[in-house]
């Protein structure tokens, strides 16, 4: 007791069970099921003492309870190719995020590159028909499993911005995207902005086409300048790719500003410059995409397009969640608009600097 006459209150809440519920309220165990699941066949007496029973008591119905009782367990299946790259990364991370506040759990299923072709090998990794699943679209793998999932299954796919206003209006009720063509638009801008006469761009694989919406992003900007478009070289997704894709690039001493597909092409930019002897920014401008964690502690540091991932992953869940429960779901919710990161990687124009060429006597016997 405490001074006052009260009870103090226990050192820990005690833990029922849904059998505990049952035996309190007076009702079986099926009865407390049905209303935590919000079934219909129940009386508006017996569930409205239910609910009391179950405020009064304290409990909160675990997914095991539902499931042992009769009730379904709300789960997702994540569809992705490759849980590594940065950007699925973060927005698995905002899918889980999501799924565990409204209660559900979450499994994945990764993609090899070239699977997912028929629509059964898609079914089967859900587990149960019409299973809620989410796919993480951002490359080609995870466009052909989004399309092979009939129509009728809860789906919600995490995709590239579709190329025009009606593919983007039919899509709004199933995808959400980001528009990273705009922001490798405004990317573009940016270094044509510093003095530079074009910009060159390194690619990462497309979902769809030979052209990603970054690159299609970066045309637009250099058209809209009247500036020459240089050839697009695809670069993959890896730093050594981009490492690679960068020495052949910078052979050319006329290149002085690159947009990279992703912030692990740009580090291997970065390699490829410190090695070819171009200082960045002062001979060489070089931008990322996604801010991905590392970025910022780069020397130099990298100015990259910041990209909302874990927000677009929330509110593609919200979204997916709205299309099983459209009574009681919350509204998806918005993400943040792509965002340039100025930091050390770029600056202005400067003209490049003749070098003396070097020239070698080379003898019959190679000496």
């Known amino acids: 007791m405490t001074e006052s006459g009260n009870i103090a209150a226990p050192a ?38 239910v609910l009391r029973t179950i405020d009064e008591l304290g409990f909160i119905p675990s997914r095991t309870a539902q499931a042992l009782a009769g009730g379904p367990v709300r789960s997702v ?12 990364a973060a927005a698995l991370r905002g899918i889980e995020e999501a ?3 409204a209660g559900f759990t979450v499994a994945i299923s990764v993609l090899e590159p070239d699977s997912a072709r028929s ?36 789906v919600v796919g995490l995709v590239e911005r579709p190329d025009d206003a009606a593919d983007a209006d039919g899509a709004r009720l199933s995808k959400v995207w980001i528009d990273d063509r705009g922001a490798a638009a405004h990317a573009t801008r940016y270094l044509l902005g510093l003095g530079h006469k074009t910009v060159h761009y390194l690619s ?5 086409t030979h052209q990603t919406q970054r690159a299609r ?23 050594r790719s981009g490492y690679l894709a960068a020495r052949r690039l910078l052979a050319d001493r006329t290149v002085t500003a690159i947009l990279c597909g992703n912030d692990d092409v740009a580090l291997g930019v970065l390699r490829a410059a410190r090695e070819t002897g171009r200082r960045v920014p002062e001979e060489l401008s070089v931008v990322g995409f996604d801010d991905a964690p590392q970025s910022a502690y780069l020397s130099p540091a990298l100015t990259t397009v910041r990209l909302d991932f874990e927000g677009l992953g929330r509110a593609g869940f919200r979204l997916l969640h709205r299309l ?31 070098r003396p060429s070097q020239t070698a006597t080379v003898t019959l016997d190679g000496s």
């Open 12 to 49: 820990s809440t005690p833990s029922f069970s849904i059998w505990d519920v049952a035996r309190i309220a007076g009702v079986s165990h099926q009865t407390v099921s049905r209303v935590i699941n919000g079934k219909p066949n129940v009386r508006e007496s017996t569930r409205a003492h």
């Open 77 to 88: 299946t994540v569809l992705t190719v490759d849980t590594a790259l940065y950007g699925c």
């Open 99 to 101: 799924a565990r506040a």
């Open 119 to 154: 629509r059964q090998d898609v079914i089967e990794r859900l587990g149960d028909p019409g299973r809620a699943a989410i796919v993480i679209a951002f490359e080609a793998a995870g466009v052909r499993a989004l399309a092979a999932l009939p129509a009728d299954y809860p």
């Open 204 to 208: 990462i694989p497309s979902s769809t």
């Open 217 to 239: 992003g970066w045309r637009d900007a250099l058209h809209e300048a009247d500036r020459t478009v240089p050839e697009q070289l695809d670069a993959g997704w890896t730093p």
């Open 324 to 354: 099983l429960d459209p009574q009681n779901a919350p509204e998806p919710g918005l993400w943040a608009e792509p965002e340039l990161i100025v930091r050390e990687s770029s600056g202005p124009y400067r003209r490049p600097k003749t």
